[in-house]
DNA sequence: TATTGTTATACTCTATAACTATA
DNA sequence: TATAGTTATAGAGTATAACAATA
């Protein structure tokens, strides 16, 4: 029994490490060719860019506190990638409106995401580029 | 064909990012257990226990400058979790030892690793709890 | 000359606590 | 009283460049 459930966890372990080892890769890759934070990249993966976010909110997509959402949209915004703008139900809130210079990095992204995806299968059935 | 791209291009970006985020989640909320930073989570799971690894090749599975890691090293010696060591091949080289209480810090996280498996997968099975 | 690790510097991310303005 | 966002603060991660010791 002891054996086993080390066995799994060693496995499980591994497969943990694998898998969160090459999806970082791939996204501290990609921010940095855009120029971006990696904190700044998830922020701009994380908005919708037809629907305007609350703050808050994406204070909790990212699982970290509002006070550091106030820093990574100062930088977002500095760029003139997102803007802030005041809700009309609650004063308090301010809505996350993805500018078009923000839709059109986010295109980038995706695109280059895309490559780097076809290169990979591309690799992994080297012997097979007929389809 | 523009759209097939866009189309793979979406899903691509969504399962990556679905990944990522939940690796990221498990990964922080161990480390937030275990009273570690996440750079220092993930350099004690780089380390081998049984194999002692040069800083330098560290920086290279962290992915990272090998100034980053001369910090990240002072805070794990610090807490008495690795040990430099001087190579005999090389004066120049540090090898990295795990100490016995890394090793056990190490065993712990894999221990809570399986249990969060554990509890996901008899989320995800809830009506068949007899296997 | 090149490499390993360190130091100095500057920027970013992060949590916590205290604050303002709203609700 | 509670909540949304900001500010202040402190600790940690990160890259770059310059450096000492060694190869």
Not at 13 to 38: C, G, H, K, V, Y
Not at 79 to 87: I, P, Q
Not at 105 to 119: N, P
């Amino acid at each position: 029994m002891e054996t086993l459930e080390r066995s799994a966890a060693s496995e499980a372990w591994a497969l943990i490490a694998q898998l969160f080892t090459s999806q970082r890769t791939r996204f501290l890759a990609i921010a940095s060719e855009f120029d971006l934070a990696p904190a700044q990249l998830g922020a701009l993966k994380a908005l919708d860019p037809e629907d305007p976010l609350p703050m808050r909110e994406l204070a909790q997509a990212l699982a970290c506190d509002n006070s550091n959402v106030t820093g990574i949209v100062d930088r977002l915004e500095a760029r003139g990638l997102v803007e802030r703008r005041a809700s009309t139900d609650d004063r308090r809130v301010k809505m996350l409106v993805v500018t078009e210079a923000g839709k059109d990095l986010r295109r980038r992204v995706k695109a280059q995401l895309l490559a780097l995806l076809g290169d990979e299968d591309r690799k992994s059935t080297r012997l097979n580029s007929s389809h």
